[in-house]
């Protein structure tokens, strides 16, 4: 079980707006930032959003980041067909044993 | 450009042990926190650990699912990050990515893996 929960799948069509949830706890997405990989099938995780709704360069302003409390969001606007591929959110959990990073489950997002 | 390359992954039986590297290039590496996460085959990602860097005196960290059997060093004068794996178990079976922490932008750049399996 992950820390951070995520629905297992998402899906729209080419043009459509996509939104992935991921909520958490006052230990981790509540305290600290959010971020955001897209994994690509065979491929390593990339960086898509850092510091909650911060874009590295490269990545097209489609993608925004969103926090409010212990929950985060992904938003993808203006859906495209090389969109499809499994996304995560990730944060720093200040636990007991120290500050680790957590990450959610993953959604499969399919580009119908 | 920010290069991370992991290696020795392979085949090794319950018990076992392996040595994962990742070579690093492109940036400043001495002066970064290395991590380990892992992914189990149609898994999601799951960080194992990370080494800080000489400033912040080598300080470690472990997921629970590791600690005790892994340990993860550098070698600061070959830009290169390791992970020791000891008694290996079934479990442990992922691809094994490094990634490098940087304070303003957090795991930004990830190696390209390394596939360990576990199995007798």
């Known amino acids: 079980q992950s820390v951070l929960t995520q629905p297992p799948s998402a899906s729209g069509t080419p043009g459509q707006r996509v939104t992935i949830s991921c909520s958490g706890s006052s230990s981790n997405i509540g305290s600290n930032y959010v971020y955001w990989y897209q994994q690509l099938p065979g491929t390593a995780p990339k960086l898509l959003i850092y510091r909650n709704n911060q874009r590295p360069s490269g990545v097209p302003d489609r993608f925004s980041g969103s926090k409010s409390g212990t929950s985060a969001s992904l938003a993808i606007s203006g859906l495209r067909s090389e969109d499809e591929a499994d996304y995560y959110c990730a944060a720093w959990d200040d636990s007991l044993s120290g500050r680790d990073v957590v990450f959610g489950g993953g959604t499969k997002l399919t580009v119908l | 450009e920010v290069q991370l390359v992991e290696s020795g992954g392979g085949l090794v039986q319950p018990g076992g042990s392996l040595k994962l590297s990742c070579a690093a290039s492109g940036f400043t590496f001495s002066g970064s926190a290395m991590h380990w996460v892992r992914q189990a085959s149609g898994k999601g990602l799951e960080w194992v650990g990370r080494i800080r860097s000489k400033a912040n005196s080598y300080a470690t960290a472990y997921a629970a699912s590791v600690k005790g059997r892994f340990t993860i060093s550098r070698d600061d004068s070959k830009n290169t990050a390791y992970l020791q794996m000891n008694s290996l178990k079934t479990e442990d079976t992922a691809v094994y990515y490094c990634?490098?922490?940087?304070?303003?932008?957090?795991?930004?750049?990830w190696g390209q893996g390394t596939l360990v399996t576990v199995s007798s």
């Open positions: 990634t490098r922490l940087s304070l303003s932008t957090g795991l930004d750049y």
